[in-house]
Nanobody
Framework: QVQLVESGGGLVQAGGSLRLSCAASGRTFSSYAMGWFRQAPGKERDIVASITQSGYSTYYTDSVKGRFTISRDNAKNTVYLQMNSLKPEDTAVYYC???????????????WGQGTQVTVSS
């Protein structure tokens, strides 16, 4: 079992930056692939980015490539999402999640945080 707590969300103007953090506790953090998802009102929860257990490989959905960076620090049991050049369409609740394998679908993730709101104003 692993518990996940996100932080770092907030209100930012278009073009600005935010850094989300997700702190994990419980079973060995480094044994999990990690993902960031987001859900806007009335929409499904979609993958934003994911990272392997070692941090060697990453995945980004097309709409955030070149703007967002996922990283992890296994010594600190934390995964990050650096978000630059934010757009109003990035507005959503952002969730971090843990999975046994490196996957890009929400159904493959076993553990979820409570979410953090990101709002980008135009």
């Amino acid at each position: 079992q692993v518990q996940l707590v996100e932080s770092g969300g907030g209100l930012v103007q278009a073009g600005g930056s935010l850094r989300l953090s997700c702190a994990a506790s419980g079973r060995t953090f480094s044994s999990y692939a990690m993902g960031w998802f987001r859900q806007a009102p009335g929409k499904e929860r979609d993958i934003v980015a994911s990272i392997t257990q070692s941090g060697y490989s990453t995945y980004y959905t097309d709409s955030v490539k070149g703007r967002f960076t996922i990283s992890r620090d296994n010594a600190k049991n934390t995964v990050y999402l650096q978000m630059n050049s934010l757009k109003p369409e990035d507005t959503a609740v952002y969730y971090c999640a843990a999975a046994d394998h490196f996957m890009v679908v929400a159904g493959a993730y076993n553990y979820w945080g409570q979410g953090t709101q990101v709002t980008v104003s135009s």
